[in-house]
């Protein structure tokens, strides 16, 4: 039995041998990448612990940063899809800045696990203010201030919101400036409180 050839645009099917490589891949990448700061892993270390070539690797995932980005968006999704689907006031049904707040303390907690490998995967600012993650978070945040009045101005100050919570102001802030993650979630959440007190 012959199989079917994919329809134009649908993607071909992942063979079982490519995705189970796959998955041997990014478990030692988030062992690896967990066990110490994820820019000192190379990828021969991760080739040889997943067990296979390092070509295979290579032609899988690029480089490191899209191997860690590989890895950080199974984290990513679960906080994504709270968002979208979980309970209030992360998920739909709580007031605008109910909300803000929830995200901004879920976001602080994700990145007290993540922040070393979302470092790592985000390559420069530039990059990661053009990814998809960023393009999400941002777009959520100036829905929530447009529902909060802020009207025009809610898609400048989704970037207000959201720069705090980059992974190297974050870095900034807990390791320099030596703020708690309580602190943090507070502040911010002050932030969030003032935006909508100004309409």
């Given at each position: 039995m012959t199989t079917?050839?994919?329809?134009?645009?649908?993607?071909?099917?992942?063979?079982?041998?490519?995705a189970a490589n796959r998955e041997k891949v990014l478990a030692a990448a988030e062992e690896l990448f967990a066990s110490c700061d994820p820019s000192t892993v190379s990828m021969d270390s991760i080739?040889?612990?997943?067990g296979v070539g390092k070509g295979t690797l290579f032609r899988r995932f690029g480089d490191r940063a899209s191997l860690a980005r590989a890895v950080?968006?199974?984290?990513?999704?679960?906080?994504?899809n709270e968002m979208l689907r979980g309970e209030p006031p992360l998920g739909p049904g709580a007031p605008p800045l109910e909300r803000l707040i929830?995200?901004?303390?879920?976001?602080v907690a994700f990145l007290e696990r993540h922040a070393p490998?979302?470092?790592?995967?985000?390559?420069?600012?530039?990059?990661?203010?053009?990814?998809?993650?960023?393009?999400?978070?941002?777009?959520?945040?100036?829905?929530?201030?447009r529902e909060g009045g802020l009207?025009?101005?809610?898609?400048?100050?989704?970037?207000?919101?959201?720069?705090?919570?980059?992974s190297t102001s974050y870095g900034y802030l807990r390791s320099q400036r030596e703020l708690s993650c309580p602190q943090l979630v507070d502040a911010h959440a002050d932030l969030c409180r003032r935006?909508?007190?100004?309409?």
């Open positions: 079917p050839l994919p329809l134009l645009g649908e993607e071909r099917p992942e063979r079982a041998d490519a080739a040889a612990k997943a950080i968006s199974q984290f990513e999704s679960e906080l994504q929830a995200f901004g303390e879920a976001y490998l979302l470092r790592s995967a985000e390559g420069s600012h530039d990059d990661f203010l053009a990814s998809a993650p960023y393009a999400f978070y941002r777009t959520h945040i100036a829905l929530l201030l009207g025009d101005r809610a898609d400048y100050l989704a970037d207000v919101v959201l720069g705090p919570l980059a935006l909508l007190s100004s309409i």
